[in-house]
């Protein structure tokens, strides 16, 4: 096994990355990243994230608030490809290793990739990251919203504990193997 720690960074965007477009469109972006120490497929990575505890109490409170409830078995089926919404949101693309998510409200996008880590053997690094579409003001300004930057500080920490819980997740399912 590889010397991989499990922290969680911030990162560019991959080139590649299907959350790339909404930098060109001047949307705020984050991208975080970890690594494990063993090879995770992209269905596996989708469905780890949104079964983990800390995602199932958000997944609670979107069925209580907003009436948007879903299931593991949701999330099972949105890994595999065989559904395009999920809670409170819609696929908007997919790649082979990657999962572009926009909310019902069309102002958030989620997004997760996985990639095999060359060196080091059988390792997978799993990015996560969002993005706010800016609106255009009353006064014309194009902002992101004030709910939207209060809660920014809020987002950047919530987003590294989910991956961390994803990636917790998924070392412990590989040991379990």
Not at 8 to 22: D, F, G, T, V
Not at 143 to 149: M, R
């Amino acid at each position: 096994m590889s010397p991989i720690q499990r922290s969680i960074k911030p990162c560019e965007l991959p080139q590649s990355a299907l959350l790339r477009k909404y930098v060109y469109k001047g949307a705020y972006t984050d991208c975080y990243f970890t690594e494990i120490a063993t090879r995770v497929s992209h269905a596996e990575y989708v469905y780890g994230f949104y079964t983990t505890g800390v995602f199932k109490l958000e997944r609670l409170i979107l069925k209580w608030l907003v009436s948007k409830p879903s299931t593991d078995s949701d999330a099972k089926r949105l890994a595999c490809s065989e559904v395009d919404t999920f809670a409170a949101w819609s696929v908007e693309d997919r790649a082979p290793n990657q999962l572009l998510l926009c909310d019902y409200q069309q102002r958030t996008r989620s997004w997760l990739m996985v990639a095999p880590i060359e060196s080091g053997g059988e390792g997978t690094r799993l990015y996560f990251g969002s993005a706010v579409v800016p609106v255009r003001a009353k006064s014309g300004e194009v902002t992101l919203g004030s709910t939207y930057s209060a809660l920014l500080s809020f987002h950047k920490l919530y987003s590294r504990v989910l991956l961390k819980a994803a990636s917790s997740r998924l070392a412990a399912h590989a040991l379990a193997r």
